[in-house]
Nanobody
Framework: QVQLVESGGGLVQAGGSLRLSCAASGRTFSSYAMGWFRQAPGKEREFVASIDWSGGRTYYADSVKGRFTISRDNAKKTVYLQMNSLKPEDTAVYYC??????????????WGQGTQVTVSS
């Protein structure tokens, strides 16, 4: 079992930066790929970024490529999402998830409770 807790969300102006963290409990954190998803009001939850178990492979949605960076520290059981050049359209609840590497939401078995990111124009 893996439990995930996100932190680091908040209100930021367009062009600013935020760093999200996701702390995991459980002994098997390093066995899972980790991902970040987001859900804006009235929209479906969408893929943002994924990182494999070792941190050697990363994959991004086109909408965030070049602005967001996913990373992980297996010793700390934590995954990060560094978000730069934020835009109002990045406003959403951000969720971290543990599962199979890639963008398919149904391949992620474990989910956090989410953290709100609001980008003002």
């Amino acid at each position: 079992q893996v439990q995930l807790v996100e932190s680091g969300g908040g209100l930021v102006q367009a062009g600013g930066s935020l760093r999200l963290s996701c702390a995991a409990s459980g002994r098997t954190f390093s066995s899972y790929a980790m991902g970040w998803f987001r859900q804006a009001p009235g929209k479906e939850r969408e893929f943002v970024a994924s990182i494999d178990w070792s941190g050697g492979r990363t994959y991004y949605a086109d909408s965030v490529k070049g602005r967001f960076t996913i990373s992980r520290d297996n010793a700390k059981k934590t995954v990060y999402l560094q978000m730069n050049s934020l835009k109002p359209e990045d406003t959403a609840v951000y969720y971290c998830a543990g599962g199979i590497y890639g963008s398919v939401r149904s391949n992620y078995r474990y989910w956090g409770q989410g953290t709100q990111v609001t980008v003002s124009s």
